[in-house]
Structure formats: structure tokens, C-alpha cells
């Protein structure tokens, strides 16, 4: 009897165990089904994201060599300015020539064909810086360039010279306009003038009557014969 009911159990409990085993093996198969789909998922997340290693690399290649605009449109304007050189003497090709970069002289005569055989290198600055509208001479061997200083002393001499007035070719009113000379005093100095035929130098005009050593000192440097 004993044995007839262990013998009942044990059946059941096996029937139970394998009614287990073949529930767990239909779930088996939706749990493989779901793990899958999640597996998948989880892949075409990952290759939608982008590369961390490439998006540092780009940044740093786009950041380390910055362009400076403004740098750049300054460095093309001075390039692209010209400046305007009127090129005489000793060249082979005188004229005006346009001088874009490099503005000395040598460049300037280079556009104009280079220098003759006569041109003098001594006398004259090749490495010279240019400016608009500068005109360089180069001069011939043997020639003899004008001294400005010379020059300048020289006309204003001439101009000193025209602004005094002439004893011997002044009329009254020009002999007025000399320190202490009125009409009368401009008078004598006319008739003094015509009485000796003219003043031969200018200390004869101490000969006129009113005109003493201390009135000449004044205007010895205002008058001319």
C-alpha cells in the first residue's frame, strides 16, 4: 500500500517537473526572440553616434591655424598699391613707370630698361627709397650735379638785390620808400644824380645835403648803383 502511494507521488511529481520543463522551453523561445531585438537596437544606436576620436581632430585642425582677415587684406593692399616714378638721365628707356613692390630707385630704373654705359653709379643712390611721384635723374660720368644749397644762396641774393632800390634809375616815389627819404630829401638825390651824371658808387650819396655817416649806415644794404 505504501509503495502503491510513493509510486503515485513519484509519477506526479515527474509529470508536474516535465509540464515545468516544457513551459520554460515555449518561453525560451520569446525570451531568445527579445533578446535579440535588444541586441539589435542597441547596435544601430551605437552607429548613429558619432566618432569621439574624429570630432577632438577635426576641432583641432579647424582651431590651430586660425586666418587672420585682416592681416591677409592688409598684406594684399600694400602688395597690390603702385607708385608713380618719372625715371630721367642716364636710362635707357627715360619716362614714367609704375613701381608696385620693392620702391627704390634700382627697381624703378630696371622698368625703364637700366642704365647706359655713361651713367654715373657714383653719384647716384640705387638703394634710394621712392614715393609717389618722385622723379630720380641719374647723371652722366663727368657731369656736375647742382648744389641746392648753392642755388638757393644765389636766388635769394637776386632776390635781395631786385628789392633795393637804384640811385641811379629810381624815380622820387621809389627813393620815398627808403628809411628817411621824403620828397624833398628825394629831390636832392635827383639832382645830385643829374649834376654829376649819375652816382658812380654808393657812398656818393653821403654827398647829398642831409645824408651824414649814421643816415648812410642805414641804407647802405637798401640801395643799389
Known amino acids: 500500500m505504501f509503495q502503491r502511494m510513493m509510486s503515485s507521488e513519484v509519477s506526479h511529481?515527474?509529470?508536474?517537473?516535465?509540464?515545468?520543463?516544457?513551459?520554460?522551453?515555449s518561453h525560451k523561445i520569446w525570451i531568445l526572440f527579445g533578446s535579440i531585438i535588444c541586441i539589435g537596437c542597441i547596435a544601430l544606436f551605437l552607429m548613429k553616434q558619432p566618432s569621439v576620436s574624429e570630432t577632438p581632430s577635426a576641432?583641432?585642425?579647424?582651431?590651430?591655424?586660425?586666418?587672420?582677415?585682416?592681416?591677409?587684406a592688409i598684406s594684399a593692399t600694400s602688395t597690390d598699391s603702385a607708385i608713380m616714378i618719372d625715371v630721367k638721365g642716364a636710362v635707357k628707356n627715360p619716362g614714367v613707370y609704375d613701381v608696385v613692390s620693392s620702391p627704390?630707385?634700382?627697381?624703378?630704373?630696371?622698368?625703364a630698361g637700366g642704365l647706359t654705359r655713361e651713367a654715373d653709379t657714383v653719384q647716384f643712390n640705387l638703394a634710394q627709397k621712392l614715393t609717389d611721384g618722385?622723379?630720380?635723374?641719374?647723371?652722366?660720368?663727368?657731369?656736375?650735379?647742382?648744389?641746392?644749397?648753392?642755388?638757393?644762396?644765389?636766388?635769394?641774393?637776386?632776390?635781395?638785390?631786385?628789392?633795393?632800390?637804384?640811385?641811379?634809375?629810381?624815380?622820387?616815389?621809389?627813393?620815398?620808400?627808403?628809411?628817411?627819404?621824403?620828397?624833398?630829401?628825394?629831390?636832392?638825390?635827383?639832382?645830385y644824380r643829374e649834376a654829376h651824371d649819375g652816382f658812380k658808387k654808393i657812398d656818393d650819396i653821403k654827398e647829398v645835403s642831409g645824408i651824414g655817416a649814421k643816415r648812410f649806415e642805414t641804407l647802405q644794404d637798401k640801395v643799389t648803383i
Do not use: C, W
Open 104 to 111: 627704390r630707385a634700382q627697381t624703378a630704373i630696371a622698368k
Open 59 to 72: 576641432l583641432s585642425a579647424t582651431t590651430s591655424h586660425p586666418v587672420d582677415s585682416s592681416s591677409s
Open 13 to 25: 511529481v515527474i509529470d508536474t517537473f516535465d509540464l515545468i520543463k516544457d513551459k520554460l522551453a
Open 134 to 191: 618722385q622723379m630720380i635723374y641719374v647723371p652722366v660720368v663727368g657731369e656736375v650735379k647742382a648744389d641746392k644749397s648753392t642755388g638757393n644762396q644765389q636766388a635769394t641774393l637776386a632776390s635781395q638785390e631786385k628789392a633795393k632800390v637804384n640811385l641811379n634809375t629810381a624815380t622820387a616815389e621809389e627813393l620815398q620808400t627808403l628809411d628817411g627819404v621824403g620828397e624833398k630829401k628825394a629831390e636832392q638825390i635827383i639832382a
